[in-house]
């Protein structure tokens, strides 16, 4: 299967910093990537949709200018939490759909944030 | 909209009995139907999917499913249980939002297993 990487694995930040969280796909070249937040202990939901070359696509109830995505390359997306605070406290996980698979996505390690 | 139910939070079973987690789902089509295995702290893992076909699919590590449409039911069953098998299991069924496809998951079950 696909080879998703995330870095870092875990980063601790004060309260009002930004972090910027790196997803890659390794082996393959992925135009689109979606990017999932789980809180402890609770299932994963879609935050936003990373298009290559153009602008993200955010849910319903997700703060674009708080969680700011850019997709530069065929193999990188980010996500910036920006001036973070305590409640974006979460395990970030990306993940990149096959192409010609039917909904069918391959998941990075996650990054676990802390905000202090 | 499409959903997921896992109705069991909590599952504990002891090494080598048989195992099985539930999930039902609603969705207007025809659903692709996914179980993942998360290990803590860990991404994803893909146990097995459904898209056509035999409704029994069979997965890695042992693992297989059963889609029954009547039951709008995809349940996750493993006869013998290892104590490497205590995780997190989700279940997902596969839609399109205005992004093009996505995945919904269930709450997801925690799996834990007594020696």
């Known amino acids: 299967g696909a080879v998703v990487s995330q870095h870092p694995s875990w980063v601790i930040c004060k309260s009002g910093t930004s972090v910027k969280i790196e997803c890659r796909s390794l082996?393959?070249?992925?135009?689109?990537m979606f990017w999932y937040r789980q809180f402890p202990k609770q299932s994963l939901m879609l935050m936003a949709t990373?298009?290559?070359?153009?602008?993200?696509?955010?849910e319903q109830g997700v703060e674009k200018d708080k969680f700011l995505i850019n997709h530069a390359s065929l193999t990188l997306s980010t996500l910036t939490v920006t001036s973070a605070h305590p409640e974006d406290s979460s395990f970030y996980i990306c993940?990149?759909?096959?192409?010609?698979?039917?909904?069918?996505?391959?998941f990075g390690p996650g990054t676990r944030l802390t905000v202090t | 909209a499409q959903s997921v139910t896992q109705p069991d939070i909590h599952i504990t079973v002891s090494e080598g009995a048989s195992l099985e987690l539930r999930c039902n789902y609603s969705?207007?089509?025809?659903?692709?139907l996914f179980w993942y295995v998360q290990s803590p702290g860990q991404g994803l893992q893909l146990l097995l999917k459904?898209?056509?076909?035999?409704?029994l699919v069979q997965g890695i590590k042992g693992f297989e499913a059963e889609f029954k449409r009547s039951q709008s039911s995809f349940n996750l069953r493993k006869p013998s249980v290892h104590w490497s098998d205590a995780a997190e299991y989700f279940c997902?069924?596969?839609?399109?939002?205005?992004?093009?496809?996505?995945?919904?998951f269930g709450g997801g079950t925690r799996l834990m297993v007594k020696p």
């Open positions: 993940s990149v759909p096959l192409e010609g698979y039917s909904y069918e996505q391959y």
């Open positions: 082996d393959f070249q992925a135009t689109t």
């Open positions: 990373s298009n290559e070359g153009s602008k993200a696509t955010y």
């Open positions: 969705y207007g089509a025809t659903p692709y």
């Open positions: 459904y898209f056509s076909g035999d409704t």
């Open positions: 997902a069924v596969g839609a399109v939002n205005n992004a093009g496809n996505m995945l919904t």
